[in-house]
């Protein structure tokens, strides 16, 4: 009988103790940059991919159009392309080829 009503108080007492914590739901707290990728010109199947990899990376909130963190546009003509990344004012951070 003592071992059921210790184990009864234990579980009463987590549980009185559980309610104490402040839950918040519905925030949501913008961790990754945004990026506005602006597609690359000369080749569609590669613009597709690219987008489609950008918005599922993770690393990015991607927005459609506006102020962002970064912005991604290119080109491509044959085999090569070129891509380049500018901060959210529009100045070139690099380029890659």
């Not at 009988?1 to 309610?19: E, P």
């Not at 590669?46 to 159009?65: I, K, P, Q, T």
Request: hydrophobic share 45%; proline share 0%.
């Amino acid at each position: 009988m003592r071992i059921f009503l210790l184990a009864l108080a234990l579980v009463f007492g987590m549980t009185s103790f559980a309610d104490i914590v402040d839950h918040t739901v519905g925030a949501q707290a913008a961790i990754n940059d945004t990026l506005l990728f602006r597609g690359i010109q000369g080749n569609e199947e590669l613009n597709r991919y690219l987008a489609r990899d950008l918005e599922n990376c993770g690393w990015f909130d991607m927005v459609r159009s506006g102020v962002s963190n970064y912005v991604v546009s290119g080109s491509a003509s044959g085999n090569s392309v070129q891509l380049d990344l500018s901060n959210g004012a529009g100045m070139r951070i690099t380029t890659i080829t």
